[in-house]
Each structure stands twice: as structure tokens, then as C-alpha cells.
């Protein structure tokens, strides 16, 4: 099923493996308004200084910088922005876990097209109930509460964005 939220928005695919790139943008093409590809991390963070990217689907091993490493240069360019990282690796897996405040999902290679449209889409709601809850909580907190929000770091806000939605972060599993 085709999201209204997905046709509106653009993804970036970010993994060494062209290959998989135009299998990824295949399968994602017609649920989304446009699909970049970048094949290394530095590609793909200067795709997200010059384009609106909604959520940013990377492999976690790379040669130019590890998934973590990656997840930190986005972070300091779209602290909200949704990031669903794919690993081929279980070992991978528990270390991103322990990220999940920094991730929206965590997904093992393979991945079946519908599996992948479908978190794309929750990735997607959720990157966009955050960012309402943000426009919401600014508007009508206190002024010394949305002080404190606005100095705080993109993942104290969450964690406030989070607890004032009564959400908590989760992974979710095939």
C-alpha cells in the first residue's frame, strides 16, 4: 500500500555496494517522491547538506567510516532526521541496539522488498509525529521549559519528544 506520507518524501540510500543500491531504488521507487543513492558515506553526507531528505537507509560496514561513525556526522547534520541501518552481521546487530536512540530500526540483510517499504513508511510516520510534536511542544511550553528544550541535544529531545508521546524507541525483527 502506498503511503501519502512516502509519496511526499525523499530517501537516501547509502551502501558501497552499488549493486544493491539499484535494487534498493527499484524496489523503493514507486513509494517515494525520489530516491538518492550515494555509494560511500561521504557521498551520501553530501547529498544531505544540498537536498531535503526525509529518511537515510545505510549499510552499517563501509570503508570510508563504520555505521556508528556515520550515524554521528548525520546526526550533526539533521539531529531529527530517521536513519534505518542494514547489516549483514548479528555481531553488527547488538552494536546497533545499543544505538537505538540514534536509530529508528536496525535490519539484517536480506531484506524482502515489502519488509523494506513498510519500515521505510514507519520511519517515515514517526520522523514526521516527532517533528509535529516538536512544532506542538515549542508552541506551548513554558518559556523556561522550551529553553530548556532548544539548548538541550538532538537526543535529549527526542527522549523528551518520546516521553511527552508516552512512545519509547524499540527494534523491531523480521
Known sequence: ????????????????????????????????????????????????????IDLVVTDFKMPEMNGVELIAAIRQLHPGIPILMLTGFREETAILK???????????????????????????????????????YLAHAKVEDRLQYEKADANEQRKQLYS????LPRIRHK
Open 1 to 52: 500500500m502506498k503511503s501519502p506520507l512516502a509519496l511526499e518524501s525523499n530517501i537516501l540510500f547509502i551502501d558501497d555496494e552499488t549493486d544493491l543500491l539499484e535494487v534498493l531504488t527499484f524496489q523503493i521507487k514507486d513509494f517515494v517522491k525520489k530516491c538518492f543513492t550515494a555509494s560511500s558515506a561521504s557521498e551520501g553526507l553530501k547529498i544531505l547538506e544540498t537536498e531535503k
Open 98 to 136: 545499543a544505538l537505538t536512540q540514534d536509530l529508528f530500526d536496525v535490519v539484517e540483510k536480506p531484506i524482502r522488498p515489502e519488509g523494506l517499504i513498510q519500515r521505510i513508511q514507519n520511519g517515515l510516520l514517526e520522523g514526521h509525529l516527532l517533528e509535529q510534536l516538536s512544532v506542538y
Open 164 to 167: 511527552m508521546a508516552g512512545m
